[in-house]
């Protein structure tokens, strides 16, 4: 069965400082990734999603970055962390074919000082 | 994507079966219905989804009916662990391009001992 992991699960950083956060999936190959950002109460934000290595498609110009090294692997970055980006990150997974849902990893809260 | 209408809230007593309804009267043809559920600051988890046919799956039924305009999920004994926001989301499938995710306001299910 397919099993997504994503970490860490809590983190606190400053002002300014970078960020990363990885996001693995195992058990399926060339899948569909995506990072999204859920605002308080329940509104999904598509950031990032990608249908191969190296391919990423940004939804909103912001702060931050993807990037996708291997086949199952998605990272999500910033250079300089600002106050806005607080939140919490959710990465997701689709095998691409047909009406596939999305799979979602149980997220990340940032949280920025 | 459809609009969907939920019930806020909802009790169940734990054991018996758990009907969630929805309501998606604007649904169009290629549009599928699709279920998740969050458990307070966990990710998004994937229940069911369906398109006109009834589906059922190891966590749930479906039941989709015959105009499309509602369904109901149906958790047939549902324990303590199974208490939480419960989304209908009516999108067309996910697709290049057409990969974003939104959330209503949903269902609170409360599950009681």
């Known amino acids: 069965s397919q099993t997504i992991h994503q970490w860490p699960a809590t983190l606190v950083q400053p002002v300014g400082s970078p960020l990363s956060l990885e996001c693995t999936v195992e058990?399926?190959?060339?899948?569909?990734l995506y990072w999204y950002r859920q605002a308080a109460g329940r509104g999904l934000q598509l950031l990032f999603y990608?249908?191969?290595?190296?391919?990423i498609s940004s939804e909103v110009p912001q702060n931050l970055s993807a990037s996708r090294p291997q086949d199952r692997q998605f990272i999500l970055s910033s250079k300089k962390l600002l106050l806005s980006d607080s939140g919490f990150y959710l990465c997701a997974w689709r095998s691409g074919q047909g009406s596939s849902p999305l799979h979602f990893g149980n997220g990340t809260r940032l949280t920025v000082t | 994507d459809a609009k969907t209408t939920q019930p806020p809230s909802m009790d169940c007593a734990e054991g018996r079966a758990a009907n969630l309804p929805c309501n998606h009267s604007?649904?169009?043809?290629?549009?599928?219905v699709y279920w998740y559920r969050q458990i307070h600051s966990q990710g998004p988890q994937y229940i069911i989804h369906g398109l006109k046919n009834n589906e059922t799956n190891e966590m749930a039924s479906l039941i989709i009916t015959e105009d499309r305009k509602s369904s109901t999920l149906i958790l047939p004994h549902a324990t303590l662990r199974d208490t939480a926001v419960y989304y209908c989301i009516v999108r067309v499938a996910f697709g290049i391009g057409n990969e974003k995710l939104t959330f209503g306001t949903g269902t609170r299910l409360t599950i009681i001992p």
């Open positions: 604007t649904i169009s043809g290629n549009e599928y």
């Open positions: 990608s249908v191969g290595i190296g391919q």
């Open positions: 058990g399926t190959s060339n899948p569909n």
